[in-house]
């Protein structure tokens, strides 16, 4: 099994700017893919971000020039830098590790954009 936690949501102002942290543990060898998804309320999850092991990334057109994913595969962690944040970026976010045998998701974690 694989264990991801993530870390670093909040509230924040519109305009402001977050750092998401992710770690996966466990089982982790052959994890390819890790990403950020994000879910608002009543609303599905959507991908906000992914990032291969070679370190090729796809974005969603509503963060592209906002958001930066990167990623330390020595340390299976991949972080989410968001900034110039809207109301519309509010939702829980969740980090995912993608294994030949499935995706793997975290807790997640709330990004609350509000004045």
């Known amino acids: 099994q694989v264990q991801v936690v993530e870390s670093g949501g909040g509230l924040v102002q519109p305009g402001g700017s977050l750092r998401l942290s992710c770690v996966a543990s466990?089982?982790?060898?052959?994890?390819?893919?890790m990403g950020w998804y994000r879910q608002a309320p009543g609303k599905e999850r959507e991908l906000v971000a992914i990032v291969s092991s070679g370190g090729s990334t796809n974005y969603a057109d509503s963060v592209k020039g906002r958001f930066t994913i990167s990623r330390d595969n020595a340390k299976n962690a991949v972080s989410l830098q968001m900034n110039s944040l809207k109301p519309e970026d509010t939702a829980v976010y969740y980090c995912?590790?993608?294994?030949?045998?499935?995706?793997?998701w975290g807790q997640g974690t709330q990004v609350t954009v509000s004045s």
């Open positions: 466990g089982s982790i060898f052959g994890i390819n893919a």
């Open positions: 995912s590790a993608r294994r030949i045998d499935g995706d793997y």
